[in-house]
């Protein structure tokens, strides 16, 4: 079955303490991506990746870090969490064709939870 | 950059009937994708219909349809026959042209749907 995984679903978490949010998608996709949703704000992408060892900025990256060693994964690593990170969290995958924009896949979600 | 609008931040509707939901956009692009995305109380982001700007013809799935109207950059969904299983958060979306660049969805703000029994 084509999925997005992202663990885990839930984290409640001490300000200052690193973590990492796991992404994996099992379609062979090119391109990731990471969004943040808050109430009355949508859905704001963090950073994304093209390819492997290829990631940019979204509109949001402070406070963010990703990485890319492999095509199904792309971890996002909040390395001093902060209470303004408490958030629902988002992985997105999608095959990059050139033409157009494919379907987006989306993980479960992560709700973090910054005290 | 491109600004997804959606101005019901709330609606409710008597199971079967039907619901209309706007969505309006800005961008300077002629070619891109628009796309309602369904979140239920599961929190999975769920297409619902897409829309690519160059094609004239309006999208419908099922009981789902859009309306777009590329000249006034808007981009309703109607929802016809609602089930109770359409209660859900529905987000408007709009993805650029890949040109091998981010394929970012510049998502709205969100319009929460109820379907009343």
């Known amino acids: 079955e084509a999925q997005v995984t992202q663990n885990p679903r839930y984290l409640i978490t001490v300000t200052g303490k690193k973590l990492t949010v796991t992404c994996s998608q099992n379609?062979?996709?090119?391109?990731m991506s990471w969004y943040r949703q808050d109430p009355g704000l949508g859905l704001r992408q963090i950073y994304y990746s093209m390819n492997v060892e290829v990631t940019d900025k979204g509109d949001v990256p402070e406070g963010y870090k990703v990485s890319r060693k492999e095509k199904r994964n792309f971890p996002l690593i909040l390395e001093s969490p902060s209470p303004n990170q408490t958030s629902l969290y988002f992985c997105a995958s999608s095959s990059v064709t050139g033409e157009m924009n494919t379907e987006a896949f989306f993980g479960q979600g992560t709700r973090l939870t910054v005290v | 950059a491109q600004t997804v609008t959606q101005s019901q931040p709330e609606m409710s509707v008597q199971e079967a009937e039907t619901v209309t939901l706007s969505c309006t956009y800005d961008t300077s692009e002629n070619n891109y994708y628009l796309f309602w995305y369904k979140q239920p109380p599961s929190r999975q982001m769920i297409l619902v219909i897409r829309?690519?700007?160059?094609?004239?013809q309006n999208a419908t799935e099922n009981r789902f349809s859009v309306n777009f109207q590329k000249a006034a950059k808007s981009f309703s969904l109607k929802i016809s026959d609602s089930q109770l299983g359409d209660t859900a958060m529905y987000f408007c979306a709009f993805g650029p042209i890949s040109n091998f660049g981010n394929e970012k969805l510049t998502f709205g703000t969100g319009t929460r749907l109820t379907i009343i029994p």
């Open positions: 829309q690519e700007a160059y094609k004239q």
């Open positions: 379609m062979n996709h090119e391109y």
